[in-house]
T-cell receptor
Framework: AQSVSQHNHHVILSEAASLELGCNYS??????LFWYVQYPGQHLQLLLK??????LVKGIKGFEAEFIKSKFSFNLRKPSVQWSDTAEYFC????????????FGAGTTVTVRA | KAGVTQTPRYLIKTRGQQVTLSCSPI?????VSWYQQTPGQGLQFLFE???????NKGNFPGRFSGRQFSNSRSEMNVSTLELGDSALYLC?????????????FGPGTRLTVL
C-alpha cells in the first residue's frame, strides 16, 4: 500500500544537539515533498518543500531536507536545535497527476530540553 | 495577507447531531482541502474543492460532505455524528491545483462528540 513513514515517534534532545528526522514514502512516479511543523497550540506551518531541482532544500528556522530519489526518502535536518523547536513534525507527499491531496506521515514529536 | 480562517474554533456536539464547519481561504486562493486529524489515525484527507467543484474525496463515509462557494469559502458538514468523529478538522488553501501550489493550513476546528 502507498504510505508515508516517519521512523521516529518521539525524539528527545538537548539544546544545541543536531536533529535528523527520517521520512520514507512508497509512492511511484513523480512526487512533491513537504515538511510541516505544528508548535504546541498552533496550526500546521510549512517548513520547507521540494518540487524539483536541487535535492537539498532549505526552509525556515534553519531547517533543511534532502531528497534521495533512490531511497524514496526526504529526511529533515537541523544542525543545532533550540528549545523553541519543540513541536510535532509531519512529512507529507503529493503524487503529481490528477490527485492533489497530501498524504501525511504519522508525525514525530520533538522535545528539546533546555 | 490574512491566513486561512476557520470557524468555529471549538464545538461540542452529541451523537446523532449534525455539524457544519466553515473555512475562509487566503485571499486569492481558489482551492480548499479538508483534513481530519486524530491521535490514532493522524492526518487524513477528506476532500478538495476548486472553483466550486469537488475534485477529490478521501475514504470517508457519505456522512461527510462539503461544498465551496463562488468566493472560494468552503463548508464541510458531518451528519449523524458518531463518537469517532471527534477530531481536529483542518482546512488548507492553495492558489490552484498546479503541482507547485502549496497548501497553507488554518488553525482547525476542534470537534468533540459526546
Amino acid at each position: 500500500a502507498q504510505s508515508v513513514s516517519q521512523h521516529n515517534h518521539h525524539v528527545i534532545l538537548s539544546e544545541a544537539a543536531s536533529l535528523e528526522l527520517g521520512c520514507n514514502y512508497s509512492y511511484g512516479g513523480t512526487v512533491n515533498l513537504f515538511w510541516y511543523v505544528q508548535y504546541p497550540g498552533q496550526h500546521l506551518q510549512l517548513l520547507l518543500k521540494y518540487f524539483s531541482g536541487d535535492p537539498l532544500v532549505k526552509g525556515i528556522k534553519g531547517f533543511e531536507a534532502e531528497f534521495i530519489k533512490s531511497k524514496f526518502s526526504f529526511n529533515l535536518r537541523k544542525p543545532s536545535v533550540q528549545w523553541s523547536d519543540t513541536a510535532e513534525y509531519f512529512c507529507a507527499v503529493r503524487v503529481r497527476g490528477n490527485d492533489y491531496k497530501l498524504s501525511f506521515g504519522a508525525g514525530t514529536t520533538v522535545t528539546v530540553r533546555a | 495577507k490574512a491566513g486561512v480562517t476557520q470557524t468555529p474554533r471549538y464545538l461540542i456536539k452529541t451523537r446523532g447531531q449534525q455539524v457544519t464547519l466553515s473555512c475562509s481561504p487566503i485571499s486569492g486562493h481558489r482551492s480548499v482541502s479538508w483534513y481530519q486529524q486524530t491521535p490514532g489515525q493522524g492526518l487524513q484527507f477528506l476532500f478538495e474543492y476548486f472553483s466550486e467543484t469537488q475534485r477529490n474525496k478521501g475514504n470517508f463515509p457519505g456522512r461527510f460532505s462539503g461544498r465551496q462557494f463562488s468566493n472560494s469559502r468552503s463548508e464541510m458538514n458531518v451528519s449523524t455524528l458518531e463518537l469517532g468523529d471527534s477530531a481536529l478538522y483542518l482546512c488548507a488553501s492553495s492558489q490552484g491545483l498546479g503541482h507547485t501550489d502549496t497548501q497553507y493550513f488554518g488553525p482547525g476546528t476542534r470537534l468533540t462528540v459526546l
